[in-house]
């Protein structure tokens, strides 16, 4: 079955423990991103990348970091996670470029920082 | 600056009848304009993609329209039904990226 998965799904931390959330998929994209969604905010892109080893920041990448050292897999890095990362986050991926292609999102992971 | 905007209050609408969402834009040429479905807790599924070429395009119960002299598209789902409630995100595509409006909310009443 062709889809994006995310792992863990929930997850409550404390400020400053470092953290990733990994993010696969199984259908060779090349594009793969990561948002976040905020209550009133709406989806906001923090991180994509076009292709392996090839990573660009969105609208809202402060305090994150990503890696894309593989096709398949683009994991989300806090290194020090602080409350107003507190927040949904959706990985996604499509065959080329976004906006040209159907994004697929994975199921979400639900992040508190305390 | 660049907007997205759809409609912040929901759209409740009976069973049976057409909903019609609006999407404007603002400092935005996109040549490509997407329509997503959101469930609550859950991940955005792609409906609808439709180039800067194309006026109208259809899906079964679903018809989108891009008018890039009004910067506005319409996403139309006629003869609704509950399993339609949801909310409906536009997004366009621009610079690699796709931007997301922040969505308009469907109350579909049986």
């Known amino acids: 079955e062709a889809q994006v998965t995310q792992n863990p799904r929930y997850l409550i931390t404390v400020t400053g423990k470092k953290l990733t959330v990994t993010c696969s998929q199984n259908?060779?994209?090349?594009?793969m991103s990561w948002y976040r969604q905020d209550p009133g905010l709406g989806l906001r892109q923090i991180y994509y990348?076009?292709?392996?080893?090839?990573?660009d920041k969105g609208d809202v990448p402060e305090g994150y970091k990503v890696s894309r050292k593989e096709k398949r897999n683009f994991p989300l890095i806090l290194e020090s996670p602080s409350p107003n990362q507190t927040s949904l986050y959706f990985c996604?991926?499509?065959?080329?470029?976004?906006?040209?292609?159907?994004?697929?999102f994975g199921p979400g992971t639900r992040l508190t920082v305390l | 600056s660049q907007k997205i905007e759809q409609n912040s209050e929901a759209l409740n609408i009976q069973e049976g009848k057409t909903a019609t969402l609006t999407c404007n834009y603002t400092?935005?040429?996109?040549?490509?304009l997407q329509w997503y479905r959101q469930d609550p807790g859950r991940g955005p599924v792609f409906l609808l993609l439709?180039?800067?070429?194309?006026k109208e395009k259809r899906k079964e119960r679903l018809k989108v329209t891009f008018d890039t002299t009004l910067k506005q598209s319409l996403f139309h789902i006629t003869a609704s039904q509950p399993a339609d409630s949801a909310t409906y995100l536009c997004?366009?595509?621009?610079?690699?990226?796709?931007?997301f409006g922040k969505g308009n909310q469907v109350v579909v009443i049986p």
């Open positions: 990348s076009m292709n392996v080893e090839v990573t």
């Open positions: 439709i180039r800067e070429n194309e």
């Open positions: 996604a991926s499509s065959l080329t470029l976004a906006g040209r292609n159907e994004q697929f």
């Open positions: 997004a366009l595509e621009g610079n690699n990226r796709l931007a």
């Open positions: 400092n935005y040429s996109p040549a490509y």
């Open positions: 259908m060779n994209h090349e594009y």
